[in-house]
């Protein structure tokens, strides 16, 4: 039993701030140089403090990429598990160190939130409104990006809360997410379009040019899933994009048809300047929620945060009915859910 708790005694006893600070930057920068110009000393002291940490723990910690030594990859699972301690030890200490500042220094309180760009829309304007109003010293920083990048810089400390959806189990160690609601696809077009006039088809669809979303991203997989599960394909000349005011003004000033979550164009289709087409699509819902680290302690702003996500998300449920759908009664529930 000592022989097995001596790796685990000479870690506590020798491992440094140092060793900790080196790691965390290498799991957020992925980039060995990167992570030296963060922490302004030289690539090879980086890769010598690096080393001596993996001989510290006793095996490999990070994954080096193809294409050069100063790439990152990733982290090995006993990475992954001592990243949280890691963050959770220079918290404390920075903890530590507002504590006893002196009482007549300044404080800066900040909330880093990442948030999909299908998503921010329909929640993040009205809960960060709220937010300033409650806290008007708070430094506030949103970043919008793909699902794996923002589930990436949870895990690695860059950000505190996430809005955004369910991931594969690898990306989702270390993480909880809280549900709150789901959402499926829709096709929106500008007032006025051809197929807003009469019943539309996917396959009439298919006749417009196609506003999509990335490739790499969970709208995406889905749009080409819905599209294969029709016996139909995604046209290869379709618009790829992220930035929803592209697709958004470019809908509205041409023919072009746009396969979106539908709280990406909610807001529009509440004003009138997009139509949802009566176009259902099943099996497209996808779960929106918090994430946040296991392990973390939120702050008194990241908690007021999340409770204004939820009360936005709360209010944000009734969701405006496709063009053409019937308001009677004996409409189907499916059809005024969505």
């Not at 922490?39 to 050069?68: D, H, N």
């Not at 004003?271 to 392990?295: F, N, Q, W, Y």
């Not at 939120?298 to 944000?316: D, P, Y």
Request: contains cysteine; proline residues 6%.
């Amino acid at each position: 039993m000592k022989k097995s708790a001596a790796p685990a005694l000479a870690f506590s006893r020798n491992v440094q701030l140092r060793h900790l600070r080196c790691f965390v930057a290498i799991a957020q920068e992925r980039h060995l140089a990167r992570a030296a110009e963060r922490l302004a000393v030289s690539q090879p002291a980086i890769s010598k403090t690096l080393t001596e940490l993996e001989a510290l723990v006793g095996t490999r910690l990070v994954e080096r990429s193809s294409a050069g030594r100063r790439g990152v990859q990733g982290l090995t699972p006993t990475g992954e598990q001592l990243l949280g301690h890691a963050l959770r030890v220079l918290e404390a200490v920075d903890a530590g160190a507002q504590a006893i500042a002196p009482a007549a220094g300044v404080r800066l309180e900040r909330l880093r939130i990442g948030a999909l760009p299908s998503v921010a829309p329909a929640l993040l304007p009205q809960a960060l409104a709220r937010l300033r109003a409650h806290w008007p010293a708070l430094q506030v920083r949103v970043k919008s990006a793909t699902n794996a990048v923002l589930l990436d810089e949870l895990r690695a400390g860059e950000l505190d809360l996430v809005v955004g959806r369910l991931s594969d189990p690898r990306l989702m160690t270390g993480l909880s997410f809280e549900l709150l609601y789901t959402e499926p696809l829709v096709f929106a077009v500008r007032k006025g379009h051809p197929l807003a006039r009469r019943g539309s088809s996917v396959q009439a669809v298919l006749g417009f040019p196609l506003v999509v979303y990335a490739e790499g991203t969970i709208p995406r997989h889905n749009t080409e899933s819905f599209f294969s599960s029709r016996g139909l394909a995604l046209p290869p000349d379709a618009l790829q994009t992220l930035d929803l005011m592209v697709a958004r003004a470019l809908v509205a000033a041409s023919d072009a048809v746009w396969v979106t979550p539908l709280g990406a164009a909610r807001d529009d289709f509440l004003a009138g300047t997009l139509i949802r087409l009566r176009i259902d699509t099943p099996g497209t819902e996808e779960p929106v929620g918090l994430l946040m680290r296991s392990d973390a302690q939120s702050s008194a702003a990241c908690v007021a945060m999340l409770g204004l996500l939820r009360e936005a998300a709360r209010q944000g449920q009734p969701k405006s009915r496709p063009a053409g759908a019937t308001t009677k009664r004996g409409a189907s529930r499916k059809t005024a859910a969505r």
